[in-house]
Nanobody
Framework: QVQLVESGGGLVQAGGSLRLSCEAS????????MGWFRQGPGKERDVVAT????????YYADSVKGRFTISRDNAKNTVYLQMNSLKPEDTAVYYC???????????WGQGTQVTVSL
């Protein structure tokens, strides 16, 4: 079974940038469609962006379009989320997962906390 480990979160000021990484282990040549999700304080977990197994971004939430970029390196079994122009409302725990039609399709990792201050 694939295990996912997210990293790269932290505390950043509004307008700053972070790059999140999600490394998959337990399966060679991992090439499933992947997505990043986030869960803010008191909110449900929502999909942020998804990418095909071939590395084509498929979906961005309206709230992150133009600011976030999803990418992947299948040779490293890693999916990335470059986050620019961060806003306080981006504060959340960010998770990655395999996806089917924007829905998570596997077990969750521990996530990585992103906190954006004014």
């Amino acid at each position: 079974q694939v295990q996912l480990v997210e990293s790269g979160g932290g505390l950043v000021q509004a307008g700053g940038s972070l790059r999140l990484s999600c490394e998959a282990s337990g399966r060679r040549n991992f090439a499933a469609a992947m997505g990043w999700f986030r869960q803010g304080p008191g909110k449900e977990r929502d999909v942020v962006a998804t990418i095909s197994g071939q590395g084509i971004p498929v979906y961005y939430a309206d709230s992150v379009k133009g600011r976030f970029t999803i990418s992947r390196d299948n040779a490293k079994n890693t999916v990335y989320l470059q986050m620019n122009s961060l806003k306080p409302e981006d504060t959340a725990v960010y998770y990655c997962n395999t996806v089917v039609a924007r829905r998570a399709s596997g077990p969750w990792g521990q996530g990585t906390q992103v906190t954006v201050s004014l």
